[in-house]
């Protein structure tokens, strides 16, 4: 199943957390800019091309198996 997500991007990165977490934004270091990404538990920021503006994710949900 597809799903298709539409984010505003900020300081070129987007960023996925937990809304519990009382500061969900990761530092970045060197070596996380060159990855491209930077995370901890319960938050994962993503890199963009974008320093601004839209970007739409399309996920592609994998089936459960039981």
């Known amino acids: 199943m597809l799903e298709i997500f539409d984010f505003y991007i900020s300081y070129s990165q987007l960023i996925i957390f937990d809304n519990e977490l009382e500061a969900p934004f990761n ?13 901890r538990e319960g938050s994962v920021s993503f890199r963009t091309l974008e320093d601004n503006g839209s970007m739409r994710v399309e996920w592609l949900k994998p089936p459960i198996l039981r």
Do not use: K, L, N, T
């Not at 530092?27 to 995370?39: I, K, L, M, Y």
């Open 27 to 39: 530092d970045w270091r060197p070596e996380h800019v060159a990855q491209g990404f930077s995370w």
